[in-house]
């Protein structure tokens, strides 16, 4: 089964960048979109970016549109999250997720990781 690893989290200060990566194991990201979540403590989980199986369509939300970034590097089986101007609401678990469908609602998805955490604090 398609086991996929979030890392790049961690504490950053308000304008600050980070970069997640979304890397897969046991088979590969090839035909499968793959969109990016975030779950704060006490709230839904928000869909943020996907981006399509042949890396040529993206959609972002409204909250990280001009800020994030996602692009996907199929060689390395690995998708990115590039995050610039955090805020401190931001501060989130991320995770990212793979599958058929392609858009911002966790059920185009099958395949989750456990996530990463972002903390954006000065």
């Known amino acids: 089964q398609l086991q996929l690893v979030e890392s790049g989290g961690g504490l950053v200060q308000p304008g600050g960048s980070l970069r997640l990566s979304c890397t897969a194991s046991?088979?590969?990201?090839?035909?499968?979109?793959v969109g990016w979540f975030r779950q704060a403590p006490g709230k839904e989980r928000e869909g943020l970016s996907c981006?399509?199986?042949?890396?040529?369509?993206?959609i972002y939300a409204d909250s990280v549109k001009g800020r994030f970034a996602i692009s996907r590097d199929d060689a390395k089986n690995t998708v990115y999250l590039q995050m610039n101007n955090l805020k401190s609401e931001d501060t989130a678990v991320y995770l990212c997720?793979?599958?058929?469908?392609?858009?911002?609602?966790?059920?185009?998805?099958?395949?989750w990781g456990q996530g990463t955490k972002v903390t954006v604090s000065s």
């Open positions: 046991e088979y590969t990201l090839d035909y499968k979109a």
């Open positions: 981006i399509s199986a042949s890396g040529r369509s993206t």
């Open positions: 997720a793979a599958g058929t469908g392609y858009g911002l609602e966790a059920a185009d998805y099958g395949y």
